[in-house]
């Protein structure tokens, strides 16, 4: 059996339930207020339309909007930095969301129990994955090292092979020895084809060496 030594976690509908509706609030109203007050569109209406033709792109908000203004497809220009503070300000997250107990000792007994090599990676802004994460009391067991927002690794982001690894990377982990929580079944397949490519790339510098590989 493979020994594990790193966990993965995404943030959004994966340390909060999807049904708590908070995504559709953040991705609704929150979004479409934003794209109204910084990026100056007409309404609400037209700003989700852009919004959601380049996350069904590029599966992330941030990155869609900063592809989307050097499309020339923005009343004004997208700034990044902007929106991550946007949204740590204006989602309603005592609404939807509350730390859960049971979910705190799990994080907690996994990174000091266990001792394993705990990081976050979203493909959402940073300053709004932070404040999730302490909305959620589980700020604590991340360290700022260990928390990747999508500004970590662009022009990549999740589902993109390179993103997944530069993370790890980071951490110091492989894909053979990491267990990703994520509720997004493309980013779970880009990362189990992460997986069989190490695993590849693992037997044959094994052999070149003339050792016997770690792994089947």
């Not at 946007?86 to 994080?107: G, L, M, N, S, T």
């Not at 705990?118 to 360290?143: D, H, I």
Request: aromatic fraction near 10%; hydrophobic fraction near 40%.
């Amino acid at each position: 059996m493979v020994e594990i030594d790193a966990v993965l976690l995404d943030v959004d509908d994966t340390l909060y339930p999807v049904t708590s509706g908070f995504s559709d609030h953040r991705n609704g109203e929150v979004i479409c207020k934003f794209m109204v007050e910084h990026l100056s569109f007409e309404s609400a209406e037209s700003a989700k339309i852009l919004r959601d033709e380049y996350f069904q792109r590029y599966h992330s908000t941030m990155k869609g909007l900063t592809i989307a203004t050097e499309e020339g497809r923005l009343p004004k220009p997208f700034k990044q930095e902007e929106l991550g503070q946007y949204w740590a300000d204006h989602c309603d997250f005592a609404k939807f969301i509350r730390a859960d107990p049971r979910q705190i000792e799990v994080i907690r007994s996994l990174a000091q129990d266990v001792g394993l090599k705990m990081a976050v990676f979203t493909n959402s802004p940073r300053k709004y994955a932070l404040r999730c994460l302490e909305v959620l009391g589980v700020r604590e067991f991340f360290p700022d090292d260990h928390v990747f927002a999508v500004e970590d690794v662009l022009p990549a982001c999740k589902p993109q092979p390179e993103a997944f690894k530069a993370v790890l990377d980071a951490i110091g982990a492989v894909p053979e020895r990491t267990v990703m929580f994520e509720d997004s079944m493309k980013n779970i397949r880009a990362c189990k084809a992460n997986q069989k490519a190490w695993r590849r790339r693992s037997r044959e510098a094994a052999k070149r060496r003339g050792a016997k590989p770690r792994w089947p």
